[in-house]
Nanobody, 118 residues
């Protein structure tokens, strides 16, 4: 069973920054992604990183979020800058299916809550 451990969330004011971490043994083997889910909405992919290092982002976070990975540490990161209230959600990591958006594994970690509010 895949273990995914997210951390780094918190409460931040609009315009602030946070860095999320995802520790998982699968980080180095797959295209990985950060997903988020806010109340009443479907879980969505916001950033992905291919094994070769190429990255892609949802339009809503492009220019503000940066995804990266450290294979030696089995860790993936999401640097989030200029946060907006609409970024409030629980953030999860998972491998990404070849379709480019759906999660590869059915199991999820506990997620990390990000709340952007003044």
């Amino acid at each position: 069973q895949v273990q995914l451990v997210e951390s780094g969330g918190g409460l931040v004011q609009p315009g602030g920054s946070l860095r999320l971490s995802c520790v998982a043994s699968i980080v180095r083997f797959y295209t990985m992604g950060w997903y988020r889910q806010s109340p009443g909405k479907q879980r969505e992919l916001v950033a992905g990183i291919l094994s070769g290092g190429r990255t892609n982002y949802a339009d809503s976070v492009k220019g503000r979020f940066t995804i990266s990975r450290d294979n030696a540490k089995n860790t993936m990161y999401l640097q989030m800058n200029n946060l907006k209230p609409e970024d409030t959600a629980v953030y999860y990591c998972n491998a990404v299916n070849p379709d480019g958006s759906s999660p590869l594994f059915a199991s999820w970690g506990q997620g990390t809550q990000v709340t952007v509010s003044s």
